[in-house]
C-alpha cells in the first residue's frame, strides 16, 4: 500500500479529518481493508486492559488529598471571616480618624432622618433671622460706638497729650529794677 | 464543597483509569504507574484553576503525565526518556517472523515518541492536535508517528494479527 494512502486510512481510523477524493483512492488500495482491521484489532488488544489500580493506590488517594482538603476548609472558615473582620475594623478606625480630623460637617444640622412624608427636622425649620441678622452687622460699626464714648480714667487713651493754648508776650520787656514795663 | 475541589474530583473519577494504564503500558510496571497517576492527580489538585482557563480536559491531563514522568525519570537517573521522537530506530529489530511478542513488549520496542503517541491515541484517547501539545509536535509528526508505530506494531504481531478471527484467549499475552 502506499504509505500515503495508509497515512490517509490512519487519519482516517483516528477520527481526523481527511479529504474525501484521498479517502476514496486510499480505500481502494488491495490492502486497504486489511490494514484498518489490523489497526482496529491493535485497538480493540490494547485496550482490553481490565487492570486498576490497587487499594493501596487508593488509600494514599485518600490520604494525600485530605490535608490538602483540611487545610482549605480551614481557609475557608477562619481565616476568610477573620480577614474580612479586621478589614472592617480598620476600615472603621479609619473612618473615625477621618472624621475627627475633618469635624462634623456644618450641614449636619439641616438634615433630617424622617419617616413618610417629612423631609426636614424641626431643627432645620427654625427661623434663621437671628443668625442672618448677626452675619449682616458691618464689623466696624461697634468698635466706633465704643471711640467717641469718653475714656476711662486710667485708660490709655488718657496718656495721649491734649493740645494746649500757646500764650505769646508780644512785647515783653525786661527792667533793671526788677519791674516789668509793658 | 469548593467547585475546584468536586471539579478534581470529577476529574479524578473521569481519567484515573485511564492515566494508569497508559502509564502502565508506558512503564511496564504496576507500582510505578500507581505512584506517578497519584502524583499527577495531585498536581491536578494544586493547578486545577489552570484548568478553567486552558479548557480542554484530556489534552491537559495527559501535559502533567508527561511532566510527571519525565520528572520520574529525571529523579530515578535512569536512561533519559522523552516524548519527543529522537531516534525512531533505537530498538534493536530481531526478526518478528521468529520471537513472537506480546502486546506489552512490542509495545516496549517502539520508540519514546511512537509509543508516546501511540499511548495517548489508543488509551488515553487523545486527538492529534491533543498529542501535539503533549508531545511539543505538530499535527502532521503525530500522524507519521502514529503511522511508524503501526506499521511497527503490525511487523512484531503478525502472528497474532493473522489470527484476528479466533477468540480473545487464544491471542498473544499482552
Not at chain 1, 494525600?64 to 475557608?76: E, F, G, V
Not at chain 2, 511496564?28 to 494544586?46: H, I, N, P, S, Y
Request: charged share 25%; hydrophobic share 40%.
Amino acid at each position: 500500500v502506499n504509505p500515503n494512502h495508509l497515512q490517509v486510512l490512519s487519519r482516517f481510523f483516528d477520527g481526523e479529518s481527511v479529504e474525501p477524493a484521498l479517502l476514496a483512492e486510499s480505500l481502494a488500495e488491495p490492502d486497504a481493508a486489511t490494514y484498518l482491521a489490523e489497526c482496529a484489532a491493535l485497538r480493540a488488544w490494547i485496550r482490553d486492559d481490565e487492570s486498576r489500580p490497587s487499594e493501596r493506590f487508593y488509600d494514599a488517594m485518600h490520604r494525600a488529598l485530605s490535608p490538602a482538603n483540611t487545610r482549605r476548609a480551614l481557609w475557608r472558615r477562619l481565616v476568610r471571616p477573620a480577614l474580612a473582620a479586621s478589614l472592617l475594623l480598620v476600615g472603621a478606625a479609619l473612618g473615625y480618624e477621618i472624621r475627627a480630623r475633618i469635624g462634623p460637617p456644618s450641614s449636619m444640622s439641616g438634615i433630617g432622618i424622617g419617616t413618610g412624608t417629612t423631609a426636614m427636622s424641626p431643627v432645620a425649620r427654625r427661623p434663621a433671622e437671628p443668625q442672618s441678622t448677626a452675619m449682616h452687622t458691618p464689623p466696624e460699626a461697634a468698635p466706633r460706638q465704643k471711640a467717641e464714648a469718653p475714656p476711662r480714667p486710667g485708660s490709655a487713651r488718657e496718656s495721649v497729650p491734649v493740645p494746649v493754648a500757646q500764650l505769646r508776650f508780644a512785647s515783653w520787656r525786661e527792667t533793671g529794677r526788677g519791674g516789668e514795663e509793658h | 464543597m469548593d467547585p475546584t475541589d468536586t471539579l478534581a474530583a470529577e476529574i479524578f473519577e473521569r481519567h484515573h483509569i485511564a492515566v494508569f494504564r497508559f502509564f502502565r503500558r508506558l512503564t511496564g510496571r504496576t507500582d510505578v504507574a500507581e505512584d506517578l497517576t497519584q502524583e499527577v492527580f495531585l498536581r491536578v489538585v494544586k493547578g486545577v484553576k489552570q484548568y478553567h482557563v486552558m479548557g480542554r480536559e484530556t489534552g491537559w491531563l495527559f501535559q502533567i503525565a508527561r511532566r510527571v514522568l519525565i520528572d520520574h525519570h529525571r529523579r530515578h537517573a535512569e536512561t533519559t526518556v522523552s516524548l519527543s521522537d529522537t531516534d525512531p530506530d533505537h530498538a534493536s529489530n530481531p526478526p518478528a517472523q521468529i520471537v513472537a511478542f506480546g502486546l506489552q513488549e512490542a509495545v516496549d520496542r517502539l520508540s519514546d515518541g511512537e509509543r508516546a503517541a501511540f499511548l495517548l491515541r489508543e488509551v488515553g484517547g487523545l486527538t492529534y492536535g491533543e498529542i501535539a501539545d503533549v508531545c511539543d509536535t505538530t499535527a502532521d509528526g503525530v500522524s507519521a508517528r502514529l503511522l511508524r508505530a503501526r506499521a511497527r506494531l503490525r511487523q512484531l504481531l503478525s502472528t497474532q494479527l493473522s489470527s484476528l478471527g479466533r477468540p480473545r484467549g487464544q491471542r498473544g499475552t499482552s
